[in-house]
Structures are given as C-alpha cells and as structure tokens.
C-alpha cells in the first residue's frame, strides 16, 4: 500500500516538475524511427539520470527493470503511472541467473529500458548485461542521456543521481543506434562496453551543452 501512495505522489511531482521545465530535445526521431521499423531496441542510459526519463518519454512503451525490494516496488508504479511496464527482479541472484530472467521476459517485449552501470554501480561504468541482452535477442541499443540546468545532485549515493529544478531548462539527448553483434564472443565484449560508454558520454556531453547555452 505505502508503495502504491508513494508511487502515485513520485508520478504526480514529476507531472508537475514537468510543466515547468523549458524541455530540449535532440536525436529522438532516431528512437521513434527504430520503433517504426519494427525494429526492437534497449534505451540505455546512467543510473543517476533516470528520473526525468519518466516523463520526457512517456508515450513510448517500454519494460522496465527495478529491483524486488521497496524502493523497486515504489519504481514500479511510477512507470505504471505513465504506461511503462515493470518487472522486479530478485535482488540475491547472481549475473547469470539474473540475465536468464531478463532474457526471458524482454523474449515478448518490443523495447525496454536499462541503467547500464545499476543497479549498484560502480558510477559510470557500463556492465556487459545490456550487450549480452541486445547480443542473444537482436536489440538495438540506443544510448540517451538527461541533464538539467539547475538540479540537485545527490553526491552520497553511488550514482550521484540528479535531480532536476522546477522552472529549468532540462535537455534529453538520444544517439546512434548500436547493433551488437549476434552470438557474441566474450572476448569482444569489453570493446564493446567501451563503445557503448564512449556514445552515453558523447549524448551526455550533448546534453548538458544544451542546458548550458544562452
């Protein structure tokens, strides 16, 4: 119940947050064209710079990953909120196993949504779910980044998650699709956890050049 309530007061100050922001956006026709093509994709993006994801591509449904725990609970029925689906995943289970749930359910699912460095970290560091995913199921990953002029960083958490002002400007940046190769060799996937982290940063950097401009 307490999930439900904070849930619906989390959707409810971001609806509102929202109305207030002077929103930028740059490169999402590249996300709707994948969509349009019927072709099937992960948005992947840091941990710290979700949360003005919920709104800034409400509209587009997509299935969400948050941890069997309260706060995954409470994450949960944000995305109810604005029509994302949302699956917990057990929080004791190691890699494999959770990559074989994942799998699992994203086998139905036309695209999805990923924190690459989540769900604990380290900051900024992309971990070879995502590229394993988009290797076995045929995703396209599409890196896409947020960044707010005026926000409140939370610097003790290992994410440094960003909260964005009211009356701001904030800007959502979404880049070159990235196809992964089918079956790929573990011995190839370091290159490409570097490449999906050199194009977030590259969106990342985008972004905050657009909140940042006069």
């Avoid at 947050?17 to 969509?35: N, S």
């Avoid at 011995?187 to 490409?192: S, T």
């Amino acid at each position: 119940m307490w999930a439900r309530i904070l849930g619906l007061i989390g959707a409810g100050i971001l609806r509102l947050q929202c109305t207030t922001w002077r929103v930028e956006i740059e490169g999402l026709d590249r996300l709707d064209d994948v969509r349009y093509r019927g072709k099937r994709l992960i948005v992947v993006f840091w941990h710290g710079q979700y949360l003005p994801l919920f709104t800034l591509l409400r509209g587009r449904k997509a299935c969400v990953f948050a941890s069997h725990s309260f706060r995954g609970a409470i994450i949960c029925e944000i995305c109810r909120h604005f029509g994302y689906t949302c699956i917990q995943l057990p929080a004791r289970y190691n890699e494999a196993n959770l990559l074989d749930l994942m799998r699992a359910e994203l086998v139905t699912q036309s695209a999805a949504a990923l924190a690459v460095d989540g769900p604990l970290g380290p900051y900024h560091v992309v971990k070879r779910g995502a590229i394993e995913l988009a290797s076995s199921l045929g995703f396209l990953l599409v890196p896409v980044s947020t960044a707010s002029r005026r926000k409140h960083v939370m610097n003790r958490r290992w994410d440094r998650m960003e909260l964005p002002g009211m009356f701001t400007r904030v800007a959502l940046v979404a880049g070159e699709p990235l196809r992964i190769p089918s079956d790929i060799d573990h011995k190839d996937i370091p290159f490409w956890e570097d490449k999906v982290h050199q194009a977030l940063e590259a969106v990342d950097k985008k972004a905050s050049e657009l909140v940042s401009r006069d």
